[in-house]
């Protein structure tokens, strides 16, 4: 390009631009009126808002609900179809209360019988600890009834 075909493209380029800031409309014109509902963005920012909301009340509510269900049996019948109703019955207690203290007052009576006959001398700890009851140490001969199978028979064994 030649200086004088350069300088002619220049002119006609600010002629363009000069012709563009002088005859261009007011801006009132040009910029969109901004109405509450017009413009698709809000639209989509209004739908977003909406399903937040709706998952965050979900996530708020979905354990006051189940609370709900699973203590209310009038609830339950009245609101949850039988077909979706999976609860079990309670079971029994196998034992009451005063048979379980029974059960914990013979155990520590008969606890405190083996102490009198002298069960837990420190000997018959010390074979306690590294023995599996009901298993002779003699008749065990790959170790599977030592309760730590990888201590040997002279280590000390620690309390923790």
Same mark, same amino acid.
């Given at each position: 390009m030649t200086p004088g075909? %350069?300088?002619? *493209?220049?002119? !006609?380029?600010?002629? @363009?631009?000069?012709?563009?800031?002088?005859?261009?409309?007011? =801006? +009132?014109?040009?910029?969109?009126?901004?109405?509450?509902?017009?413009?698709?963005?809000?639209?989509?920012?209004?739908?977003?808002?909406?399903?937040?909301?709706?998952?965050?009340?979900?996530?708020?509510?979905?354990?006051?609900?189940? %609370?709900?269900? *699973?203590?209310? !049996?009038?609830?339950? @019948?009245?609101?949850?179809?039988?077909?979706?109703?999976?609860? =079990? +019955?309670?079971?029994?207690?196998?034992?009451?209360?005063?048979?379980?203290?029974?059960?914990?007052?013979?155990?520590?009576?008969?606890?405190?019988?083996?102490?009198?006959?002298?069960?837990?001398?420190?000997?018959?700890?010390?074979?306690?600890?590294?023995?599996?009851?009901?298993?002779?140490?003699?008749?065990?001969?790959?170790?599977?009834?030592?309760?730590?199978?990888?201590?040997d028979d002279d280590e000390?064994?620690?309390?923790?």
């Amino acid at each position: 390009m030649t200086p004088g075909e %350069r300088e002619a *493209a220049m002119r !006609e380029a600010d002629a @363009k631009m000069r012709e563009y800031h002088l005859n261009r409309p007011p =801006i +009132e014109l040009v910029k969109p009126k901004k109405s509450k509902w017009g413009n698709p963005r809000d639209d989509q920012t209004f739908i977003q808002a909406a399903i937040v909301v709706s998952f965050v009340t979900a996530f708020l509510i979905t354990p006051l609900l189940g %609370r709900k269900i *699973a203590t209310d !049996e009038e609830f339950r @019948k009245k609101y949850i179809p039988a077909w979706y109703d999976y609860t =079990i +019955e309670r079971p029994e207690s196998a034992w009451t209360r005063e048979e379980l203290h029974e059960q914990l007052v013979q155990v520590q009576r008969e606890l405190h019988e083996r102490a009198i006959r002298g069960d837990f001398e420190p000997e018959k700890l010390d074979k306690m600890r590294r023995h599996f009851g009901g298993v002779d140490p003699g008749d065990d001969p790959h170790g599977w009834g030592k309760l730590h199978p990888g201590v040997d028979d002279d280590e000390d064994i620690e309390d923790d």
